[in-house]
């Protein structure tokens, strides 16, 4: 199937398209807006004009943080300085932070290096209330992880590149039709009419190695396909299972190697009658992170939902209709339709040791190269990660063939 852990599908009962669970992209992706580009669905993303993040918190009710037209990093500090999301003290915490977010465009000697996001929280003297206001359900959406497990140094770098680059990095981004209708669609396109071919259904079995290099790759059934060079483009599990046996390898793919992950659930929501009136709210203290405004529905995301990930949809719906009651009133309904998404394996869990333990693209087979979210990108495990990575391997591959 084309697509990956980004892809939609047509929803049975509705005849909506859905995606395997919502994105939230930002501006600062820029790979990943420059590739929609070339594939010629740049049209599909809208981005807002301003950046504007909405939440709702708990005893303040809606709170907007919204990034205006300055030059970095007074268009952050005006943003937290006016931003009713936080209190007095919570301000002066963030600005402390933002101090080694300043610093943390390395993320290998950087202010959060080694650490988890907690322990860096711990280091800047955060009080409780900014780090359930702020930090929390950040680490939660950039990272898809909790704080006490999150690298911190990966963090800080994100954070860096989305609110301490152009102001406009931080706005949201928008995908106006199906995740496969931006992204594997076009590109499939755009490399047939290039003269490649793809085969789906057809997965690899081996890579055949003959004097330390990759001659072919063998398909499940029985197909062999000869090749000059190979980008092993698969999951970190899968690339473990895959990576030649007798071959030196990077690290991360050692034999045995369980790679921890982190698990999404998504659920998409239809109701009579709407209530929302903004295109994305970030949920403060809930069990819910965000919910998304589409055409037809409601999609809801709880990222690192390692508690949740096995409850019943009954569970997790009734969780979800609670957290919108008390976001947008009493008047919301009963769901007439709901669709959950469990996604097991949405992301690596980048702790600080598996961050440190990203392999880059090149590996000991000279003609074998790795991609995906899960490689040494320096950005977390995200699609503008997965582009990059993408880009990387592809330059390598192109020099060395
Ligand atoms: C529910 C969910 C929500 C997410 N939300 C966000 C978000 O808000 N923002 C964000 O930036 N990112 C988000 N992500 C992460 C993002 O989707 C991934 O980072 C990105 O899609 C990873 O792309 P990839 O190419 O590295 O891997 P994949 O998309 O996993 O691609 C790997 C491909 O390899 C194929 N494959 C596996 N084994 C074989 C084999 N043996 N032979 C042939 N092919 C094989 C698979 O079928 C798959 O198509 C989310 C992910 C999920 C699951």
Not at 33 to 47: D, Q
Not at 125 to 142: E, H, K, T
Not at 335 to 360: C, D, F, M, W, Y
Request: aromatic share 6%; net charge neutral; proline share 5%.
């Amino acid at each position: 199937m084309l697509g990956g852990r980004a892809s939609s599908f047509t929803d049975t009962a509705t005849g909506d398209v859905v995606d395997n669970g919502q994105h939230l992209l930002i501006a600062g992706y820029t790979r990943t807006l420059a590739f929609a580009e070339a594939i010629g669905s740049r049209h599909l993303l809208r981005v807002q004009k301003h950046p504007l993040l909405s939440f709702y918190r708990p005893g303040k009710g809606f709170a907007d943080f919204r990034i205006r037209g300055l030059p970095s990093p007074l268009h952050l500090i005006q943003a937290v300085l006016t931003s009713s999301l936080f209190t007095g003290r919570e301000r002066s915490d963030v600005l402390r932070a933002g101090v080694d977010i300043l610093r943390a465009a390395h993320t290998d000697h950087g202010p959060g290096a080694g650490k988890t996001v907690a322990e860096w929280l711990d280091q800047r003297r955060q009080s409780d209330g900014v780090r359930s206001a702020f930090w929390i359900p950040l680490a939660a959406s950039i990272m898809n992880e909790r704080i006490e497990t999150a690298s911190a140094a990966l963090f800080l770098h994100a954070l860096h590149a989305a609110f301490l680059g152009h102001w406009h990095h931080a706005a949201l981004v928008f995908p106006e039709a199906g995740l496969s209708q931006i992204f594997a669609g076009p590109a499939a396109e755009a490399i047939a009419h290039r003269g490649g071919m793809i085969r789906c259904n057809a997965d690899v079995r081996t890579l055949e190695m003959d004097g330390g290099t990759i001659r072919n790759v063998c398909l499940r059934d029985g197909a062999t396909v000869p090749c000059r060079s190979v980008i092993l483009a698969v999951p970190q599990n899968r690339a473990v299972e895959l990576y030649p046996p007798a071959s030196v390898r990077p690290p991360g793919l050692e034999e045995g190697q369980v790679a921890r992950v982190s698990p999404i659930v998504s659920m998409h929501l239809w109701f009579d009658d709407p209530f929302m009136d903004r295109d994305a709210v970030g949920l403060i203290g809930r069990t819910v992170h965000w919910v998304f405004r589409k055409n037809t529905h409601v999609s809801v995301v709880i990222s690192a939902a390692h508690d949740l990930v096995e409850r019943t949809q009954e569970e997790l719906v009734r969780l979800a209709v609670e957290d919108l009651r008390e976001v947008f009133g009493r008047n919301v309904g009963q769901p007439r339709h709901a669709l959950v998404i469990r996604e097991k394996r949405a992301t690596v869990s980048l702790t600080p040791e598996n961050a440190r333990r990203r392999p880059g693209a090149a590996t000991a087979v000279h003609n074998l190269f790795l991609a995906g979210d899960w490689t040494n990108t320096g950005l977390p495990a995200t699609i503008e990660g997965a582009v990059l990575s993408g880009e990387n391997a592809a330059e390598l591959a192109l020099k060395r063939g």
